[in-house]
């Protein structure tokens, strides 16, 4: 039963839009009897040549903005395919499809018949996201622009335009993705889907002036009315299904600009499908046959080093990166959904170099680009750039030659320590973890104080934690709790901090206190306890104040740290998705290799190991 429910709704997908478009081909013939064709013949004849010629231009504006929407979808897509190629595959399917009225599969086909090592797969999900975005931004247009200006009310689309891009912006932020039946599927993103609208506002701009240049001026419309009813009827000719949309478009066309059937009318159409249809379809179709297949030989991309001279580099392995270079600089970017973003400044070498191929790589993958945990340093040569830098985050960062406990500076933090001590608490590295043990930690962490945070911030993972050092802390012999931290040279950074609940006070201050002391031991410079909101930004001392009580108890350095981008906008929208992105982190990213070795530790006995596979 349900089979043949489905097979029933298939069919009617697919018929009921033919239907409608035969109906309404069937009233437009009905229409054509009724006129005067000597008359129309007049007109055509009459059309002036520089119409013509200014009609074609604006069709060749049109067709190049709808064509970028294939150079969108390689870059959502990362197919690494030239914009050249892409816009111009992207033209000749669109031209050829939307004239034989079998618009995504022609236009599939066409796609595979240029570029055919990208796959049927890959073909096919560029097809559908150049379709279901054209439709999502015509569908803004639509209720933003074309149906209050054709009710009569132009002015209230200086209202809703802005209105509608900003509650797009607000849903694609908080919903990146969507979940298809158990899978995952990446939305366009903010920056895409603004570019998006922008070119399908151009496309039927630019399509409606063409149309109203081959009209006569005393019988057309306004140009905003004009606009306004092809973008309506450019829908009904898309829905109809018919070779070119003929008849719906053509009817709706004439129902929403009532007055204007007329012969000058009909010889303007005529004109318009050949300027707008008939032309570019033979340009396209002749493209599509004479271009030999292009096989894409791309590099292999960067390793990324996640080494340097900071050490929280490390986190980046938990999260999709990837590696940007020049001749003179490198560094590590993140990827989130609205962001490419070149966290902690350069590894090696001056960030001015890095700037330029940060831009190139984030508009590769539609990201805009950000720079994140700049020192002050870095904030002042990218300010020189003409980066908008802010102030973010303070970290709170201890020299442990300098640290002395004797200090009044210390006064509370040996308060703790005492009370430590009196509980019977005992400190040291983890030296051969119990996995399962830190595991149970973990759990128990998370049923207190919620999901953990990601992105920037180290999440628990035995394949991740398995080369960090680990310090833990013990209780009547019991390990209670546990602290991961990246290592650079001279430097050790507090990454994953987990406890269980109800422990004497000063047990956690005990655990970093001890790290301290091993840092002086073994000659470090700088022990780093990570990064607390910005005293500027609202809401801290709410959000952070146990926090910052502990960090302060030990009376370190507070050094400020910087966001940036190009614009002041898009620093809003990077700062937004970033923190996004650490409340709501994705899903580890893990390799082959990680895998392979969390195998090769269950076959060779490591009991331990067996129930972490979730876990990490």
Not at 148 to 157: D, E, N, Y
Not at 485 to 493: D, K, R, T, Y
Request: net charge neutral; proline share 7%; aromatic share 8%.
């Amino acid at each position: 039963m349900n089979h043949f429910l489905l097979r029933m709704s298939g069919a009617a997908r697919r018929y009921i839009p033919l239907a409608f478009g035969a109906v309404l081909l069937a009233l437009l013939w009905q229409k054509a009897q009724m006129l005067d064709w000597p008359a129309v013949h007049d007109a055509f004849t009459g059309i002036a040549p520089w119409r013509w010629g200014m009609a074609a231009l604006a069709t060749a504006v049109s067709f190049w903005a709808v064509a970028q929407y294939d150079v969108v979808a390689h870059r959502h897509f990362r197919t690494g395919r030239p914009s050249r190629l892409a816009r111009n595959t992207g033209a000749a399917a669109i031209a050829v499809g939307q004239t034989t009225g079998f618009g995504p599969a022609v236009g599939a086909a066409l796609r595979w018949r240029v570029m055919p090592d990208l796959g049927h797969g890959m073909v096919l999900r560029i097809t559908g996201f150049v379709t279901l975005c054209f439709f999502a931004a015509w569908g803004l247009i639509v209720v933003s622009f074309a149906m209050p200006t054709l009710a009569g009310m132009g002015w209230l689309s200086l209202m809703l335009v802005p209105a509608a891009l900003v509650a797009v912006t607000a849903v694609l932020m908080r919903r990146p993705q969507l979940s298809i039946a158990g899978r995952k599927v990446d939305l366009p993103s903010v920056s895409a889907f603004l570019t998006l609208t922008a070119l399908a506002a151009v496309d039927v701009t630019f399509a409606g002036l063409a149309l109203d240049l081959l009209l006569p001026p005393d019988i057309a419309p306004s140009l905003p009315m004009l606009i306004a009813a092809f973008t309506l009827a450019l829908g009904a000719g898309m829905a109809g299904g018919t070779p070119g949309g003929v008849g719906p478009f053509e009817v709706a066309l004439i129902t929403l600009l009532p007055g204007t059937a007329s012969p000058e009318l009909a010889a303007a159409l005529i004109a318009f499908r050949m300027v707008y249809y008939a032309i570019p379809c033979v340009a396209g179709a002749t493209y599509a046959l004479l271009t030999p297949p292009h096989v894409h030989r791309q590099l292999p991309p960067l390793t990324a080093s996640l080494s340097g001279h900071r050490a929280e580099l490390g986190i980046a392995a938990q999260n999709d990166h990837c590696a940007l270079a020049t001749l003179s600089s490198e560094g590590v970017a993140l990827r989130t959904p609205q962001s490419l973003t070149l966290f902690l400044g350069t590894t090696e070498g001056p960030l001015p170099a890095l700037l330029p191929e940060l831009r190139r790589a984030a508009r590769a993958e539609n990201r805009l680009p950000c720079l994140y945990k700049l020192t002050g340093r870095d904030a002042a040569l990218a300010r020189r750039e003409g980066w908008h830098v802010a102030p973010f985050a303070v970290e709170a960062v201890i020299d442990p030659r300098r640290h002395d406990l004797n200090g009044p500076e210390h006064r509370q933090l040996r308060r703790f320590l005492r009370k430590a001590e009196g509980a019977g608490l005992t400190f040291g590295p983890l030296t051969d973890p119990d996995w399962e043990r830190l595991t149970e930690i973990h759990t128990a962490w998370e049923d207190t104080h919620g999901a953990e945070r990601g992105l920037t911030m180290g999440r628990f993972c035995p394949l991740y934690l398995r080369d960090k050092p680990l310090f833990g802390a013990w209780l009547d012999g019991e390990l209670v709790a546990y602290t991961s931290w990246l290592a650079a040279p001279g430097v050790l950074s507090l990454d994953v901090m987990r406890h269980l609940d109800g422990l004497p006070q000063g047990a956690m201050h005990g655990l970093i206190q001890t790290v301290i002391d091993h840092a002086r031991v073994v000659g470090l410079h700088e022990v780093n306890l990570a990064a607390l909101p910005h005293p500027s930004l609202p809401g801290r001392i709410a959000d952070c104040s146990g926090l910052t009580r502990f960090k302060t108890s030990f009376a370190p350095t507070w050094r400020p740290l910087y966001i940036g981008a190009p614009n002041a906008l898009s620093l809003a929208i990077s700062a937004a998705d970033i923190r996004l992105a650490i409340i709501q982190p994705a899903d580890l990213q893990r390799s082959a290799q990680d895998l392979w070795d969390l195998d090769a530790l269950i076959e060779t006995g490591a009991e331990e190991v067996r129930p972490l596979r979730k876990a990490g």
